[in-house]
């Protein structure tokens, strides 16, 4: 099992989330993804990105490091893609997490651009 206490000091929602859990009783933790990511960690003022964050044109690619076959059943992935994503009309828009986990705060209180890591506020 993984570590991610550090992370979920702040990121608590994150402790029972789909892929957070699964990749941690795999032993793949939140650092493997998003890196020690120190600065974040220990910046109270919560101004201060994580190493490594994903924009959603990066998101597949990444997943792809360790998941390169997707071999659910078509029914299955159009049905998850009605029932989560009904707004994406292009199949070419989705993306992993769109189907897989609930990856993201419920309440974010600071928005980086995730290209450039920019502090959006």
């Known amino acids: 099992m993984a570590d991610n206490s550090p992370c979920f000091v702040c990121h608590a929602n994150f402790a029972e989330e789909e892929i957070a859990l699964r990749h941690s009783q795999l032993g793949v933790g939140c650092v493997d993804c998003h890196g020690a990511s120190y600065a974040h960690r220990n910046d109270e003022n919560n101004t201060t990105p994580p190493d490594t964050i994903f924009p959603a044109r990066k998101i597949d690619a990444a997943c792809e490091k360790c998941h390169p076959k ?19 009309k292009d199949a070419k828009a989705l993306v992993c997490t769109d189907c897989h986990g609930h990856h993201r705060l419920a309440i974010r209180t600071v928005r980086w651009n995730k290209e450039t890591r920019e502090l959006l506020k």
């Open 70 to 88: 997707h071999n659910a059943p078509a029914k299955k992935v159009i049905a998850t893609w009605q029932k989560r994503c009904p707004e994406k």
